[in-house]
Nanobody, 122 residues
Framework: QVQLVESGGGSVQAGGSLRLSCAASGYTYSFYCMGWFRQAPGKEREGVAAIDSDGRTSYAYSVKGRFTVSKENANNTLYLQMNSLKPEDTAMYYC????????????????WGQGTQVTVSS
């Protein structure tokens, strides 16, 4: 059974940095596409960043230039380096794997983690 486990969330002041990790298990092969999503209270889940095994990336406009997504294909581990954090980045962050469509920021992924909370204070 595929499991995605996120870690690295926490509380940080505006301007700070966090690095999220997502460890995937229970899948024989390397996921071609993995992504990060987030959901703030009262808001819909939105795509943050996605990456495929060839290193092609997609970013939400709101995080471009501040966040960097990376992936270790050998062990199916996904990372999100978040710099210059803002209070509006506060959300539960979810890892997802195996997009049913293109490798982008849509919600059509087959596997999801339980999330890790990121809180940014002003």
């Amino acid at each position: 059974q595929v499991q995605l486990v996120e870690s690295g969330g926490g509380s940080v002041q505006a301007g700070g940095s966090l690095r999220l990790s997502c460890a995937a298990s229970g899948y024989t092969y390397s996921f071609y596409c993995m992504g990060w999503f987030r959901q703030a209270p009262g808001k819909e889940r939105e795509g943050v960043a996605a990456i495929d095994s060839d290193g092609r990336t997609s970013y939400a406009y709101s995080v471009k230039g501040r966040f960097t997504v990376s992936k270790e294909n050998a062990n199916n581990t996904l990372y999100l380096q978040m710099n210059s954090l803002k209070p509006e980045d506060t959300a539960m962050y979810y890892c997802a794997a195996e997009s049913r469509t293109d490798c982008g920021l849509g919600l059509g992924y087959n596997y999801w983690g339980q999330g890790t909370q990121v809180t940014v204070s002003s």
